[in-house]
């Protein structure tokens, strides 16, 4: 015992509660309701109990809200449902999804055998099942013409895919009457070769209500369609023999009807990405043509005739261009050397140095005075100034005056 594993509760309410739903996940329950409670939750709690033994029972709101019988204390019933485990508490519950009067037991037990039955021919693999056309042209639909789930599914198609063309079977779908209508309304939309998929629908009812649609006839005549078939019968929770038939199967009428067609906007979004993917590929490809175009106008156009000739003339502007530059350079510099000389002459003029203060000294005979010995004691000398002449006699010489 020392090397046995211990659990936890949890640990140990958890395995339990696997074993129990793995070993029940479907059962039938037959007893009588007692302490039955309705909080305002709107779930359903209540016991099932027969002369031996009792069951806690539970119908979560979703299922109470479609079970048709006024559920009292003391009201035989059999229920159909899971046993799973309340792990709060470790109990053990009936998950309840159905309710039907005592009585009814045998309808379910026809159907599990008629189930077992048509499975182990085939007529529920997988592998047999049609693929549904994405964008149905006609639709035939075999339901009663006076079911409210017809206009159900006409309003739906009409809002989703106003494309679509309905082609009514009518046949009855509840009653003695029905499985032979419904076997001869889905053989007639397979005769016809412009029909896409068929839908095979009505609203919901208590299991009587949808016997038709397990009846074997119905069943087998689903299962060989070459139309593909979609089945919605009764609610979400209701499943007849001919859901398992069929190629698809939806909750409900509804359903069945969107399960057949798209989305009308759905499709506008693909086609307006479509026609944007189209004008981009479009124009790529204009870019890329145009470009080649254009390479080969430039490629014709440098060896033509006028490419030269506008060559040559743009060759000779240039020349002009940078001959008037040189030009203008030369003449630039020569007015600079010009002016240089013109500066240099100026400062050599005789008379810009009398206009700074100096002054000429000649003798009478014109000779210039360039030193005291040349002069003698009562000599005549003519001094030129900037702006005129003065006539004057040496009276006194000498190195230092």
């Given at each position: ?16 509660k696997s074993m129990l739903e793995g070993r029940f996940p479907f059962i039938n329950v037959a007893g009588e309701i007692s302490n039955l409670r309705r909080p305002g939750s709107g779930h359903f709690y209540f016991t099932l ?7 806690r029972c539970v119908i979560w709101r979703s299922n109470a809200a479609r079970i048709p019988h006024n559920l009292q204390d003391g009201l035989a019933i059999e229920a159909h449902g899971s046993i799973g485990v309340y792990e ?314």
């Amino acid at each position: 015992m020392n090397n046995q594993k211990i659990f936890s509760v949890s640990e140990l309410t958890s395995a339990i509660k696997s074993m129990l739903e793995g070993r029940f996940p479907f059962i039938n329950v037959a007893g009588e309701i007692s302490n039955l409670r309705r909080p305002g939750s709107g779930h359903f709690y209540f016991t099932l109990k027969d002369a031996g033994a009792a069951l806690r029972c539970v119908i979560w709101r979703s299922n109470a809200a479609r079970i048709p019988h006024n559920l009292q204390d003391g009201l035989a019933i059999e229920a159909h449902g899971s046993i799973g485990v309340y792990e709060a508490s470790g109990q053990y519950q009936l998950y309840v999804r159905s309710v039907q009067p005592a009585g009814e037991g045998r309808l379910y037990q026809e159907f599990l055998r008629l189930k077992a039955q048509l499975e182990a021919e085939g007529l529920f693999d997988p592998e047999l099942k049609q693929l549904i056309p994405e964008q149905p042209h006609k639709i035939g639909i075999v339901t009663s013409t006076n079911a409210a789930a017809l206009q159900d599914m006409l309003n739906t198609l009409q809002n989703r895919y106003p494309l679509v063309e309905a082609v009514l079977a009518p046949a009855s779908v509840q009653g003695v009457a029905a499985p032979p209508e419904i076997v001869r309304a889905i053989r007639a939309l397979n005769r016809r070769d412009d029909i896409d998929v068929i839908l095979v629908a009505r609203g919901g009812g208590s299991l009587e209500d949808l016997w038709c649609f397990n009846d074997e006839r119905v069943v087998r005549a689903i299962a060989a369609s070459q139309i593909p078939i979609i089945t919605g019968v009764g609610h979400e929770t209701d499943f007849t023999l001919s859901d398992f038939a069929a190629d698809l199967r939806a909750p409900t009428p509804t359903a069945a009807a969107v399960e057949a067609t798209p989305d009308v906007r759905d499709l506008y979004e693909i086609l307006q990405g479509s026609v944007y993917r189209l004008q981009y590929n479009f124009q790529s490809i204009l870019e890329t043509h145009s470009d080649r175009l254009q390479g080969l106008y430039n490629r014709l156009e440098r060896v033509s005739p006028i490419y030269q000739i506008h060559s040559d003339q743009q060759r000779m502007d240039e020349l002009e261009e940078r001959s008037i530059r040189a030009l203008r350079h030369i003449l630039d510099l020569r007015r600079t050397q010009s002016q240089g000389l013109s500066q240099r002459l100026a400062a050599l003029n005789p008379q810009a140095v009398l206009e700074r203060g100096y002054a000429i000294v000649s003798l009478d005979d014109g000779a210039l005075v360039r030193s005291t010995k040349q002069v003698q004691h009562g000599e005549s000398l003519h001094i030129q100034l900037s702006d005129g002449k003065i006539n004057a006699h040496v009276l006194e010489q000498g190195d230092n005056l």
